[in-house]
């Protein structure tokens, strides 16, 4: 997706920055599993996450990167729950697919993430582990069933201590993420960086 209007000025030199797992790409006769982790617009599938993330984007008109594995997840509700319960367990480091070359060019990193189990999943602490982002802001942003942010904004903290993380991020639950386009429009208008 496009930028789509000029950033305003506290967020000139920023980037989104997600994960996001949707359990399926059909819109038709999905199972709850695949609703809880999808909103669908104008027939296309976005996982919760992405959907907030486009949402930021779109108002912001910034650059915006997908986080994806070299392998890719499993779309099926209990492939995805074993595997990420087990890198969870193992504390994996999945390989990323790509990497940000140019993020010297950004100041400020909107990251975007579901809670899985309480934390974040791990394939985050991968780009954490591999992005530099000492001196820049990170702004947290994720989507759950009922946790939260729990203690993700501490792990970023620990993950990446030369940097900025703000600690009013938004975070919204699955059942509210279709809906939740004007409370992140306002929560963006609120934000001070």
Known sequence: MAPVAPAPEKFRKSLVVYFSVPETDDPEN??????????????EVLGNTQYVAQTIQERVGVDIFRIEPDKAYP?????????????????????????IETMDQYETIFLG??????????????????TDL?????????????????????????????????????????????????AVIKWLNDLNI
Do not use: C
């Open 30 to 43: 999905m199972t709850q599993e695949e609703e809880n982790s999808a909103v669908v617009i104008d027939g």
């Open 75 to 99: 779309t099926d509700h209990e492939e995805l729950v074993d595997l990420a319960s087990k890198e969870q367990e193992e504390g994996a480091r999945p390989a990323l697919k790509e990497k």
């Open 113 to 130: 993430y579901p809670n899985w189990w309480g934390d974040m999943p791990m394939i985050l602490y991968s780009f954490l582990d591999e």
């Open 134 to 182: 000492a001196g820049k802001t990170i702004i947290p942003f994720n989507t759950h069933g009922g946790s939260g942010f729990s203690d993700t904004i501490d792990s970023i903290k620990k993950e990446e201590p030369g940097a900025k993380v703000i600690e009013d991020g938004y975070s919204v639950n699955r059942d509210e993420a279709a809906d939740s386009k004007e």
